[in-house]
């Protein structure tokens, strides 16, 4: 249990050393602002999120095929291979390396994790999966630190070293008994056996059978589920959250050094501020994460709490960009003020809209649609991930930045909006009910580890 715990977390380390590897590189390429918004920086920056777009429907048509670990030894060597592409000094190979690291990155991490939630007990699912979560963004600080304070060379091979360890521990593991089961029962049960220890897995194998009944009888059910009203308004619904979770900008504050989104501020030195941000990322992640973890609240309140509150941290930070553009005296002698609203954004942001978009697909979906239509939404998580930071960093130039931090404040307000009348709160409601307030026939029924999962996706 502890190596597919470790292994789980190192592809999710390593998939957050991709996303925080343009944060040092922009700083140390970028010798002034006028830099910032040329067109080869800009896609160098933001070609990862197309990969990453593109990689979740791949890897899930891989996993399907070959299953998680086979998955993750068809696509280690290449994936490491890349990150030494990195290394040549030509732009174009670093644009076509940037977008195979998304590309590969993220099925490294979706295969890892999805061998992860298959293996480990129900029981302690739940709190795996806040350390698993929070390791993505220790990916990003780790990344972040290291290409700070050292040359690229090394801050390369620090984020290749992640992938081969990672490749190492996946060869002494099984592959995953959910896949096994489809055609080995007794390999099925091996596999999980090898994870749990004998006699302590029973319960997961009857059902894993269950549900791989149920999908054998009903295999094409999502054909015509897709079509129903209440699962295409359900998947609506969490394309609008979805769209407003990405809409706050929190990629910019991920992939951009403070000194570019705030006017070549500093509060202490670029490598510092990179890092204390770094710092603010992880504990707000894994604080929230553990809270989840424990509680159990009361889904739409608190996704409208945290919408609410994210616009007003950008609301403040953008009236900060006003002032300080005007040159306001009390402003210019505060320079650690973005730093603080920063750190209140995340604070607010992860308290709901960083989590609950997949606990609503979860919640929304009968377990024939759930996979595709997590596909559906975390593809254009990603898609509308690089929109976001390709029109920043288009526009960085041309727009004062506290005009691009109103618009944030002003789609986030709106997303506060669109949460209050169309997020259906499914905390202690089954299918049948989530789906009568959609507003349809009801169709499908979840899964046989919905009880025991409910809370761990």
């Not at 999710?12 to 970028?30: D, E, Q």
């Not at 770094?278 to 989840?292: A, D, P, Q």
């Not at 006003?322 to 954004?345: G, H, K, T």
């Amino acid at each position: 249990m502890r190596i597919i715990f470790l292994a789980a977390c190192l592809s999710a380390l390593s998939f957050g050393t991709i996303l925080g590897w343009s944060n040092p590189v922009t700083h140390s390429m970028v010798v002034d602002e006028e830099e910032v918004g040329k067109k080869h920086l800009v896609w160098l920056v933001c070609l990862i999120l197309i990969g990453c777009s593109l990689g979740v429907t791949s890897c899930t048509f891989l996993m399907k095929q070959m299953g998680p670990k086979k998955a993750l030894r068809a696509l280690g060597p290449f994936y490491i291979l890349t990150w030494w592409l990195m290394l040549i000094p030509d732009i174009d190979v670093q644009l076509a390396g940037r977008f195979f690291l998304g590309f590969l990155g993220i099925s490294y991490s979706i295969c890892g994790e999805n061998l992860l939630m298959q293996t480990v007990h129900y029981g302690i699912r739940r709190y795996i999966t806040v350390f698993h979560s929070s390791t993505m963004v220790l990916g990003v600080l780790v990344s972040t630190v290291v290409g700070s304070a050292t040359s690229k060379f090394h801050h390369t091979l620090v984020c290749a070293s992640i992938p081969i360890l990672h490749y190492v521990l996946i060869q002494v593991i099984p592959e995953s008994p959910v896949f096994l089961y489809a055609t080995s029962h007794v390999a099925a049960a091996k596999s999980l056996a090898w994870y749990r220890g004998a006699g302590n897995f029973y319960m997961d194998m009857a059902n894993i059978k269950k549900d791989w009944d149920a999908g054998r009888q009903d295999s094409d059910a999502y054909r015509y589920m897709l079509l129903s009203k209440v699962v295409y308004r359900a998947l609506l619904t969490v394309m609008g959250v979805t769209f407003f979770q990405v809409c706050t900008g929190y990629f910019i504050f991920m992939f951009y050094n403070m000194r570019i989104w705030c006017h070549g501020k500093t509060v202490y030195t670029p490598v510092v501020d990179s890092t204390i941000t770094g710092v603010c990322f992880v504990i707000s992640k894994l604080f929230w994460g553990s809270l989840h973890s424990v509680f159990s609240w009361k889904v739409r309140g608190l996704l409208i709490t945290s919408c609410f509150a994210s616009a007003i941290g950008l609301t403040l930070l953008a009236l900060y960009q006003l002032l300080d553009a005007l040159e306001v005296d009390i402003i210019i002698n505060v320079d650690w003020s973005p730093m603080i609203i920063l750190a209140l954004f995340l604070f607010f942001y992860d308290m709901g809209l960083n989590y609950y978009p997949k606990i609503l697909i979860f919640e929304y979906m009968p377990f024939q649609m759930y996979k595709r239509a997590f596909s559906i939404v975390h593809a254009s998580f990603w898609l509308l991930s690089f929109l976001n930071i390709y029109t920043f960093a288009s526009t960085i130039l041309s727009v004062p930045i506290y005009v691009v931090f109103t618009v944030l404040a002003g789609i986030t307000y709106a997303g506060t909006v669109f949460c209050y009348f169309f997020v259906v709160e499914p905390k202690g409601k089954s299918l049948i009910q989530i789906q009568l307030e959609f507003g349809g026939n009801p169709i499908g029924k979840r899964g046989a580890l919905f009880n025991q999962t409910r809370h761990t996706v």
